[in-house]
């Protein structure tokens, strides 16, 4: 399948369908100044990028204006004309000095959509892997307030095989996801979707300028999300993998892997209480006001 080819691989029935088993944290957090003059939600939706000229357009395109309030695009010193096309889309476009990594890319996304105002904000990869009209039930369950993060999830949304995602990522997923549902207490159908919403409160708790600038980052921070004991839902999201998507080779995949079973090896030493880490403790819970 082309980007072009707008075959109808959406979610029929995009629901809300996965909760943690952790309690969630009370308090409804920091509002942005719109939101306290309008009762709505100021809405941004984010683009991490990276040699990104052959899909951005058409990505943008799908993208629900109606729903949102603005758009970020974030290069990660791509080499392609990623950054003209944004400029052409009328984008608010950042740079990078190199390429930094992944994880770097969703640092300074989420910095300057809060800089920005956003109560929400939607991490959506302009790669066009995932459907960007159904960003409206994405935001959904933060805008109920049922929810402090919101993932899109892939196997809720179909045959993710069927859809082209190769058998070694889907064996993989299936076993990392198992164990990080152990180790975190939750009932995730996925942990690794690039298809993210999250509410202003999280990304203020969340440490996340702590973590790596790799693609380990989207694991940190749902590992800080479940240290914070954040409520986090899903809704089915369907892809499509074709060669213009960006997709991670066998080897960065391995990478990936073993520094997730490093990072749960470490959270379990901090949340036994063995080993303590700073990367896993939010600022807000250091005090509290005196009634």
């Known amino acids: 399948m082309t980007p072009m ?139 109920a307030g049922e929810a402090d993060i919101v993932l899109g999830s892939r196997f809720l949304g179909g045959n993710v095989m069927g859809q082209g995602m190769p058998w070694w990522k889907f064996v993989s997923n299936r076993f990392l996801t198992k164990l990080e549902n152990l180790v975190l207490g939750w009932r995730l159908s996925e942990y690794h979707t690039g298809y993210r919403a999250y509410s202003r409160r999280a990304l203020e708790e969340l ?21 914070r004991r954040m409520r986090v839902k899903e809704v089915p999201v369907p892809t499509k993998y074709f060669p213009e998507a960006s997709s991670a080779s066998f080897l960065a995949s391995t990478i990936y892997g073993l520094s997730i079973l490093l990072l749960l090896a470490r959270y379990v030493a901090h949340h036994s209480g063995l080993v303590k880490q700073k990367q896993f403790e939010s600022f807000h819970a250091r005090y509290r006001r005196v009634e």
């Open 5 to 143: 080819e707008k075959a109808d691989t959406r979610a029929q029935s995009p629901a809300v369908a996965g909760t943690p088993a952790a309690a969630p944290t009370e308090g409804a957090g920091i509002e942005s100044a719109q939101t306290r003059a309008t009762g709505k939600h100021k809405v941004v939706v984010v683009m991490p990028a990276y040699n990104a000229a052959k899909t951005l357009r058409i990505t943008y395109q799908d993208i629900p204006h109606q729903h949102i309030d603005g758009i970020i695009l974030v290069d990660d010193g791509s080499t392609d004309e990623t950054l003209q096309i944004a400029r052409e889309l009328n984008l608010t476009a950042f740079v990078h000095a190199r390429n930094f990594g992944y994880g770097a890319n969703q640092k300074t996304c989420y910095t300057e959509a809060l800089k920005e105002g956003a109560d929400i904000v939607v991490m959506l990869h302009p790669d066009y892997q995932y459907d960007p009209t159904l960003l409206p039930q994405i935001v959904a369950p933060i805008e």
């Open 207 to 227: 440490p996340f300028l702590l973590n790596s600038d790799k693609f380990v980052f989207d694991q940190e921070i749902l590992v800080q999300a479940a240290e």
